[in-house]
């Protein structure tokens, strides 16, 4: 018996090919750097990470107005409001800007490192505690989506090249090792969620592209184009992308009938996905005084003012 289970653990580990070790070590090396990112990156020193770290703090505290919830998608921040709720973090942040570190320190004696915008404190020695605590936990997320992320980039890869099993391993390091890349997949920032969004997105219009009668992969393309959107408002720029997808499988691979239904799916679920809250945010910013084809753009991308959010939401 024992002589079976050794032989049958050695055939295990032959099967194991050296493609399938490139994936993992690809894997393995981009958390490595991530999570050393994420740790020895001082909380809030990353680009508006404070921003993206008060948003779900002011959810969690019922402190978010319209005002920045209309300008902001609110996805990423409501995803993290959930752990933080569990998370003992102090009911007030405590920031002392670049300003007052110039006036007190000539370096900052915690973390001696020139042009920082915060000082930090006891706090931010590992292991961590108060915000600084939290702010790490959080990170994590983001370090998880980064995972998901180039996990599916293989994932495309694959699919663009069938007959070649390295370029997928290639265009996977390609994204995991990019410095701007693991930076801000170590941090707090909204960015990650979209380019998590957006990548599983592209993957199932492809994956619709070589089987168009597989309907559940539009219908899962739909949806993360819609999460996309809810996410960052640049994720509307899907939208012409599988539109375009859509019209080449008509004139190639099905009828004109076969479009309209695909089209009607695809509006359907991305709006269940998170389009709906582009309706949400025109409506609610709408000023009947300066209602026009700018002023949709401006309230989409969040450039409404926020009296004008304000006053129509009190009515």
Known sequence: ?????????????????????????????????????????????????????????????????PELYLRHQPLYYVILAGPLYFIDYPDETKIVDHHMKLKSFARNPFFPIDGSKYLHGNEEMFPFSETAQAVHILRFFSIFLGTITIIFTYKIAKLVFKKNNWMPLFSMAYIALIPKFLFINSVLNNDVLIWTCSTIAIFYILKFSTKPHKTKFLILASIFTGLAILSKSSGVILIPMIFGILVYLAFTKQTTRSFFKNFFIFGTFSLIGGGWYVYFKIITAYDPNNFHLGSIISYFWGAQSSSTVGSNLGQ
Do not use: W
Not at 9 to 24: P, Q
Not at 25 to 46: G, Q
């Open 1 to 65: 018996m024992l002589f079976h289970l050794q032989n049958e653990k050695k055939l295990r580990i032959k099967n194991i090919s050296k493609y399938d070790l490139t994936f993992f070590l690809i894997l393995v090396t981009f958390l490595c750097f991530a999570i050393s990112y994420s740790l020895i990156t001082p909380m809030f020193e990353a680009p508006d990470e404070l921003f993206h770290y008060k948003y779900p703090k002011d959810i969690v505290d019922g402190n978010l107005g």
